[in-house]
T-cell receptor, first 112, second 115 residues
């Protein structure tokens, strides 16, 4: 089955700096890669996703890149703000509504 | 609120008791998923439905766990003879699996504590 590894497990940045979180996956049939943000005690919420037919997607301060050959994808957050502090999870799926396999999460802390 | 709703939000039970959780998905969503999340980990897949059909169960899912979605709308997850290792957050999610549209929306979860 699919295995998703995520690094780092914790990340501390100064407000205004950039943050990068990296994930690798094992199943070459995976074609859908969402990123979820989970604040303490709250539900995971989708912040951005990418499908395997594109290499990069951007939404304001958030971008995701995908390298299918190397089976890795990354989340980039620019101009970080304190409200970006949360746990971020990457996930992989074969798409079409199939199950998600999640990474172990990255605790991002944005310090003032 | 038209999002995914779960009930109860919290459940404390004694070891050996049975518990049942309910999930109401977004109304037009045909797929419903159950995940389990323990502290410091990502959600772990348990099972999912397309309409009323259960399409897949995790191999890690003990036979003490059973899920139903009788009319293709709400779903229930039952855990029989609970063990302390069952303590976790149980998350439900739903999606409209239509072509490439696969975004899954999560509920707030049911936090189970087995004492």
């Amino acid at each position: 089955g699919e295995n998703v590894e995520q690094h780092p497990s914790t990340l501390s940045v100064q407000e205004g700096d950039s943050a990068v979180i990296k994930c690798t996956y094992s199943d070459s049939a995976s074609n859908y890669f969402p990123w979820y943000k989970q604040e303490l005690g709250k539900r995971p919420q989708l912040i951005i996703d990418i499908r395997s037919n594109v290499g990069e997607k951007k939404d304001q301060r958030i971008a995701v890149t995908l390298n299918k050959t190397a089976k890795h994808f990354s989340l980039h957050i620019t101009e970080t703000q304190p409200e970006d502090s949360a746990v971020y999870f990457c996930a992989a799926s074969r798409g079409g509504g199939n199950k998600l396999t999640f990474g172990t999460g990255t605790q991002l802390k944005v310090e003032l | 609120d038209t999002g995914v709703s779960q009930d109860p939000r919290h459940k404390i039970t004694k070891r050996g008791q049975n518990v049942t959780f309910r999930c109401d998905p977004i109304s037009e969503h045909n797929r419903l998923y159950w995940y389990r999340q323990t502290l410091g980990q990502g959600p772990e897949f348990l099972t999912y439905f397309q309409n009323e059909a259960q399409l897949e169960k995790s191999r890690l899912l003990s036979d003490r766990f059973s899920a139903e979605r009788p009319k293709g709308s709400f779903s229930t997850l039952e855990i029989q003879r609970t063990e302390q290792g069952d303590s976790a957050m149980y998350l439900c999610a739903s999606s409209l699996a239509q072509g490439m549209n696969t975004e899954a929306f999560f509920g707030q979860g049911t936090r189970l504590t087995v004492v």
